[in-house]
């Protein structure tokens, strides 16, 4: 697999990919930084994409924010018996943390956690080139007119209302996922 270092653009040839990590690090020869290289981003698209890491078989990445552990938790076992990678985050600061370093396919995100809110996660993520485009789905047991007005302005791909978790989480999470 070819992909370019994210520091530099220096082109670099992976020999071995293990095909389930999204994000792997590796010491750039060029810039002597150890990176992280996120093999969906930063692969160099050829005509030669037989070992490219979207098309090989892997297991989807998605973080789970919330800092009621209860909620975690219910959010967390749906979404492994259904064989995804989940990651989770107790407070906002972690959660953004986690998106930078991991990259997953989708982030849940709730919206009132301490150190950080969902919002300002939302925002920092909204700003950031390489993770900007995560699909995010907000988790909430209220929602109001003018903060979903702002939550789709501000580009969000849905909503799991917490109540109803159980019935819909893993619909919206495909739903997400599918584009």
């Known amino acids: 697999m070819v992909v370019k270092c994210p520091n530099c653009k220096n082109v670099i040839r992976l020999r071995e990919v293990d095909g389930q990590s999204r994000v792997i690090k590796y010491l750039c020869s060029n810039c002597q930084e150890v990176v992280r290289i996120d093999l969906l981003q930063d692969e160099v698209k050829s005509s030669s994409t037989a070992d ?21 938790k219910v959010a967390a076992g749906l979404l492994a018996a259904a064989g995804y990678d989940v990651l989770e985050a107790e407070d906002g600061r972690q ?23 969902g919002f300002d996660v939302l925002r920092e993520i909204k700003k950031a080139a390489r993770i900007k485009a995560t699909p995010i789905l907000i988790m909430s047991g209220v929602f109001k007119k003018d ?9 969000v791909t849905g909503f ?19 584009g």
């Open 95 to 117: 959660a953004l943390e986690l998106v930078q370093k991991e990259h997953p396919d989708l982030i849940l995100l709730d919206l009132l956690m301490p150190k950080m809110t």
């Open 147 to 155: 903060v979903l007005d702002f939550l789709q302005a501000s580009g």
């Open 160 to 178: 799991v209302d917490k109540d109803q978790i159980k019935d819909s989480l893993l619909f919206r999470v495909q739903q997400a996922l599918s």
């Open 52 to 72: 490219s890491f979207e098309k090989t078989e892997h297991r989807k990445k998605i973080l789970v924010a919330d800092d009621t552990a209860t909620v975690r």
